[in-house]
C-alpha cells in the first residue's frame, strides 16, 4: 500500500472532523444539559429508570461507562476478525453508521412537557447505542494510521486530525447554540432546537464519514466461510496478544496510559456535570467554557507535536500529566468566575496535546511492518475504553457515597501519579525502543 498520499491522508483526518460532533454536541454541550434538565424539570435531581430510581448525574455518568465497557469487549472480537477477513473499513463503517442513526433517534427524546412522559427507559439506550458506534469507530480509524503514513508523520497527522476535529465540532456547535439561543425567533422552543441538533450531528457524521471512506484505502476481502471468522478472529488476537507480551516497552506504555486517560477521559466526559454541580455555572458560561476548551485544544495538539519533536514522545505525555495534576489540584479549590475559565483554557490545551501524542506513540511502539494493525489498537482501544468504564463508574460511585463531586478529584489525582511514574520508565528515543 503506498504510504503518504495526500488525498488518503485528509480523507484519515477528516474523520476526526466527521465524528468529533458527538464527543462535542452530545457527550458534552448539549445532550448532558438538556438530560439533566428533562430529567429534573421537576426541581428533583431524581430519576427513574427501568422502575429504579437514581440521580439524573449518576445515571448520565453509568450510562457512558456501560457504552464503553460493551465496546471494550466487542473491540477486540471485531478488530481481529476484521483483520483475517480483510474487512477493516467495512467494519469501520458499520459502527459510524449505527452511531450517526442513532443520534438521529435522540430527536425524539422529549421532556414531559411536549405532551408525553420523558422516556427515560428509551433515550438511555439510544445514547449508549450512538456511543458505542462512535468509541466502536474510532479503534479502526486509529489502526488506518501506520497503514497509510510513514512513521516521522504520525505525530503531525495525528495533530492534525485531533485539530480537524475541534474545528469541524466547534462549528457545528456555534450553528446549534445559535438555534438554541435563537429557538423563540425561530418558531420553536429551546428544548426542540436542542432536539434538532441532535439530528443535525447525526446528518454531519453521516455524510463527513461516507466522505473519508470514499478516500480510505478499499478492503482486501477473504473469503471465509461459517465460523472460520469467529474462530479465525480468535486465533488472531491470541497471537498479536502473544507479540505485544513480549514487547516490555509496549506493555509498560499501555499500563501507563490505562491510568492516566482513566483520568483525562473521566475530566472529559463528566465535567459539565461538574461544573453545574459543583460550580453553579449558568448555560451560557458552560457553552462558552466548553468553546474555549476546544479552541485551545488545537493549539495544544500542535505544540505537544512540537514538544515530542524536541524532547521525545514519552517525555511529552509526562510534562502532559503533570499539568493535569495540577489541573485536579486547581479544581479542588476553583471556584466560579475567572479562576474557572483559566482552569478551562488549561484543561483545554493538555487535552488536545494528551490525546494526539497518546495514538502516535502507540503507533511508534508497534512492530516494524505490522500489517495487522487493526488487531493491534484493539489492544489499545481496549485500555482506552476499560479506563473510561472505570474512571466514570468510580467517579459516580464517589459522587454517590461521598455526595460531593469535589472528591472525584482525589481518585483522579492518583490515576495521573501512577501513569507519570511509569511513563517515565519509557525511553523516548525510538532507535531506543526499537532495541528493547
Excluded at 54 to 78: E, G, K, Q, R, T
Excluded at 309 to 322: D, E, P, Q, S, V
Amino acid at each position: 500500500m503506498e504510504k503518504n498520499n495526500p488525498k488518503v491522508l485528509n480523507g484519515w483526518c477528516m474523520y476526526d472532523w466527521a465524528n468529533s460532533v458527538f464527543s462535542l454536541t452530545i457527550t458534552t454541550a448539549v445532550f448532558p444539559e438538556y438530560f439533566l434538565g428533562v430529567t429534573g424539570e421537576d426541581g428533583s435531581p431524581m430519576t427513574t429508570f427501568w422502575g429504579y430510581e437514581v440521580a439524573n448525574s449518576v445515571l448520565y455518568s453509568y450510562a457512558v461507562s456501560v457504552s464503553f465497557l460493551i465496546a471494550a469487549i466487542l473491540s477486540p472480537i471485531s478488530t481481529s476478525i476484521a483483520d483475517v477477513a480483510g474487512r477493516k473499513k467495512m467494519f469501520m463503517a458499520l459502527f459510524a453508521y449505527m452511531g450517526s442513526i442513532a443520534c438521529t433517534l435522540l430527536y425524539f427524546f422529549k421532556s414531559p412537557g411536549a405532551g408525553m412522559d420523558a422516556n427515560v427507559d428509551w433515550a438511555i439506550p439510544t445514547f449508549i447505542i450512538a456511543s458505542l458506534g462512535y468509541s466502536g469507530s474510532i479503534v479502526y480509524y486509529n489502526s488506518f494510521l501506520p497503514d497509510i503514513a510513514t512513521e516521522d508523520r504520525f505525530d503531525s497527522l495525528s495533530a492534525k486530525g485531533f485539530s480537524l476535529g475541534y474545528i469541524g465540532s466547534v462549528l457545528l456547535l456555534l450553528v446549534n447554540i445559535g438555534m438554541i439561543l435563537g429557538a423563540d425567533s425561530l418558531g420553536i422552543t429551546g428544548g426542540e432546537a436542542a432536539r434538532i441538533s441532535f439530528l443535525t450531528v447525526g446528518v454531519w457524521w453521516f455524510v463527513f464519514a461516507t466522505y473519508s471512506f470514499s478516500r480510505l484505502p478499499k478492503d482486501n476481502p477473504v473469503r471465509l466461510q461459517g465460523w472460520h471468522w469467529l474462530s479465525n478472529g480468535f486465533k488472531e488476537l491470541k497471537a498479536i496478544g502473544d507479540k505485544i507480551g513480549t514487547r516490555k516497552l509496549l506493555k509498560r506504555f499501555l499500563i501507563s496510559f490505562f491510568f492516566y486517560n482513566m483520568g483525562v477521559q473521566t475530566v472529559m466526559y463528566l465535567a459539565p456535570l461538574f461544573a453545574k454541580e459543583v460550580i453553579h455555572i449558568e448555560s451560557a458560561e458552560l457553552i462558552a467554557t466548553i468553546l474555549i476548551i476546544q479552541l485551545v485544544a488545537i493549539l495544544g495538539a500542535y505544540c505537544f507535536n512540537k514538544l515530542s519533536a524536541r524532547f521525545g514522545n514519552t517525555k511529552a505525555l509526562a510534562y502532559g500529566i503533570i499539568l493535569w495534576l495540577l489541573v485536579c489540584t486547581s479544581g479542588y479549590f476553583v471556584q466560579k468566575g475567572m479562576s474557572f475559565f483559566m482552569l478551562a483554557g488549561t484543561i483545554g490545551f493538555v487535552m488536545g496535546g494528551i490525546q494526539s501524542l497518546s495514538r502516535a506513540t502507540y503507533s511508534k511502539l508497534l512492530p516494524e511492518g505490522v500489517e495487522n494493525t487493526a488487531s493491534y489498537f484493539s489492544f489499545y482501544d481496549v485500555t482506552e475504553k476499560i479506563s473510561i468504564v472505570l474512571g466514570t463508574f468510580l467517579f459516580g460511585l464517589i459522587r454517590h457515597l461521598t455526595g460531593d463531586m469535589r472528591n472525584t478529584l482525589l481518585m483522579l489525582g492518583m490515576l495521573f501519579i501512577i501513569g507519570l511514574v511509569i511513563i517515565l520508565t519509557i525511553p523516548s528515543k525510538k532507535v531506543y525502543v526499537d532495541s528493547q
